[in-house]
Nanobody, 115 residues
Framework: QVQLVESGGGLVQPGGSLRLSCVASGSIFRFNVMGWYRQAPGKGRELVATITSTGSTNYEDSVKGRFTISRDNGKNTVYLQMNSLKPEDTAVYYC?????????WGQGTQVTVSS
């Protein structure tokens, strides 16, 4: 059974940084596309960034140049380094893993950007 556990969220001031982590278990992690999504209050879930098994990355336009997705296959972990955070980045951030045509989600971690 695939399980994803996120950590690293919290309250940060505008301009600050956070690093989210997501540990996967029960999957063939090194072969799968991993992603981070977010959902702000009253809005739908949106893609933030993805990373393939070979390390190719893709970012939503509003986070390009500020966020970096990376992975450590030895630790079955995907990261999201978030710099220059803005109030509009406030959301619950979810880890996502795609395997054999199925999708798996973590429980989410809250990120709040506020002064």
């Amino acid at each position: 059974q695939v399980q994803l556990v996120e950590s690293g969220g919290g309250l940060v001031q505008p301009g600050g940084s956070l690093r989210l982590s997501c540990v996967a278990s029960g999957s063939i992690f090194r072969f799968n596309v991993m992603g981070w999504y977010r959902q702000a209050p009253g809005k739908g879930r949106e893609l933030v960034a993805t990373i393939t098994s070979t390390g190719s990355t893709n970012y939503e336009d509003s986070v390009k140049g500020r966020f970096t997705i990376s992975r450590d296959n030895g630790k079955n972990t995907v990261y999201l380094q978030m710099n220059s955070l803005k109030p509009e980045d406030t959301a619950v951030y979810y880890c996502n893993e795609k395997q054999y045509g199925l999708e798996y989600w973590g429980q989410g971690t809250q990120v709040t950007v506020s002064s």
